[in-house]
């Protein structure tokens, strides 16, 4: 399974975009990048996932780096609804394997 | 849909004693999941399951054992609890293991606590 790397926490006011950073530099070439989060209290939803080119759902965008060695998970207009933490989890099966995640704060 | 209900929400347990958490999901997925969560961390993968009938090990399988007898229902066992198994349990499912084609739904987890 590749190993993830996402910043403890970040911020960001309402309303303004969000930039979410994962590294998965031993991701192997059938793995997707998928991304979930974890809203306070509740179990993890499914947020988006990809695996060569940008993709794109109600929700948020996912940009993949060329050498899919990174992904960024971007929310276009933050709300305080989306203070959540948020996993990338690189996958080719069903074991979804969770790290610990980024920690996003809202600030109104 | 109900998608995935976990039962009980809460529950408290002395140190010794046993109990049975139940997953159901009404999503007529094959894939089930096991998870538990501790205070700062990441999700832990205990047990998972591909198929009616069929259970398999996770990263952190040791104290809990698991049965699919029916398809929609993944029930985890603890024979004889322990304060270290207090955390959140979740329960996952999704339709199929290639993961590019699916997605896994989570309920809304069970709080255990072992005393």
């Known amino acids: 399974d590749a190993k993830t790397t996402q910043p403890n926490s970040m911020e960001s006011n309402e309303e303004e975009p969000v930039h979410l950073p994962c590294n998965h530099s031993?991701?192997?070439?059938?793995?997707?990048i998928h991304w979930y989060r974890q809203l306070p209290s509740q179990g993890p939803e499914y947020v988006i996932h990809g695996l060569t080119s940008n993709v794109n759902n109600r929700m948020a965008s996912l940009a993949i780096a060329e050498d899919r060695k990174s992904s960024t998970l971007i929310l276009h207009r933050a709300t305080l609804r989306d203070a959540a933490v948020y996993y990338c989890i690189p996958g080719g099966t069903y074991k979804y394997i969770f790290g610990t995640g980024t920690r996003l704060k809202v600030l109104a | 849909n109900a998608g995935v209900t976990q039962t009980p929400k809460f529950r408290v347990l002395k140190t010794g004693q046993s109990m049975t958490l139940l997953c159901a999901q009404d999503?007529?997925?094959?894939?089930m999941y096991w998870y538990r969560q501790d205070p700062g961390m990441g999700l832990r993968l205990i047990h998972y399951s591909v198929g009616e009938g069929t259970t398999a090990k996770g990263e952190v399988p040791d104290g809990y054992n698991v049965s699919r007898l029916k398809k929609q229902n993944f029930l985890l066992g603890l024979e004889s609890a322990a304060p270290s198994q207090t955390s959140v349990y979740f329960c996952?499912?999704?339709?199929?293991?290639?993961?590019?084609?699916?997605?896994?739904?989570f309920g809304q987890g069970t709080r255990l606590t072992v005393v």
């Open positions: 031993t991701i192997s070439g059938t793995d997707y």
């Open positions: 996952a499912s999704s339709y199929s293991g290639e993961t590019h084609t699916t997605e896994a739904f």
């Open positions: 999503m007529n997925h094959e894939y």
